[in-house]
């Protein structure tokens, strides 16, 4: 079967870095997305990595192996406001979305 | 402001009623999508349409049916709720199948 894992939950202090990891197994491999969820909100966008290597996108980067079926979310300099979840998705040989249960990030001061 | 609105934003439904969740973009994208999200779990994919007049079942399809008969609207109906359906619904857009999605503010149902 087709499968996600990241960390449920992670905490880090403000002003911090912290790396959010994903492992993936899907059939087949059309790109990884990564989505910002706060609480009672939508999910939105944040970054699209489809080759190996780091795509930098001011204080969020976005990391992928697809030999290893690993990527990860880098979040430098963290603010009180990116408190939230911050979901993995797949997109298969089907072109259909697989999605993790989500990473709840808690920041403290 | 461009965007998808989904209505209503919220609704307390007895089991057995028949209820359609409304879903609404102006940004001509091609592809919709509506998928539910529960506590502990990955969004689910309920049903999609790639173009207007196609829909296609995902991962959870049992229970509900869609219709596109316009590029805008995607409706997702609930033919006779029951309380597994209590969920937060999202609907969603994409210009392509390689473009990210852009997810309307969702529907929170609660089936009694």
């Known amino acids: 079967g087709q499968n996600i894992d990241q960390p449920t939950e992670m905490t880090a202090t403000e002003g911090a870095i912290v790396q959010i990891n994903c492992t993936y197994q899907?059939?087949?491999?059309?790109?990884l997305f990564w989505y910002q969820q706060h609480a009672g909100e939508a999910p939105t966008f944040l970054s699209y990595?489809?080759l190996d290597g780091l795509e930098e996108k001011g204080r969020f980067s976005s990391f992928l192996s697809r030999s290893k079926g690993y990527s990860y979310l880098l979040l430098k300099e963290l603010q009180m406001k990116d408190s939230a979840s911050y979901l993995c998705?797949?997109?298969?040989?089907?072109?259909?979305?697989?999605w993790g249960a989500g990473t709840k990030l808690i920041i403290k001061p | 402001i461009a965007g998808i609105t989904q209505a209503p934003t919220s609704q307390i439904l007895a089991a057995g009623r028949r209820m359609t969740l409304r879903c609404t973009q102006d940004?001509?994208?091609?592809?919709m999508y509506w998928y539910r999200q529960d506590l502990g779990l990955g969004l689910r994919l309920i049903h999609y349409?790639?173009?207007?007049?196609?829909?296609g079942k995902g991962e959870v399809p049992d229970g509900y049916s869609v219709s596109r008969a316009n590029t805008d609207d995607f409706p997702l109906t609930l033919a006779s709720a029951v309380p597994s359906q209590t969920s937060v619904y999202f609907c969603?857009?994409?210009?392509?199948?390689?473009?990210?999605?852009?997810f309307g503010n969702g529907t929170r149902l609660t089936v009694t």
């Open positions: 899907t059939s087949g491999f059309n790109g």
């Open positions: 969603a857009s994409s210009d392509s199948t390689n473009s990210p999605l852009h």
């Open positions: 940004m001509r994208h091609n592809a």
């Open positions: 998705a797949v997109r298969d040989s089907n072109y259909q979305l697989i």
């Open positions: 349409s790639n173009t207007a007049g196609t829909t």
């Open positions: 990595n489809v």
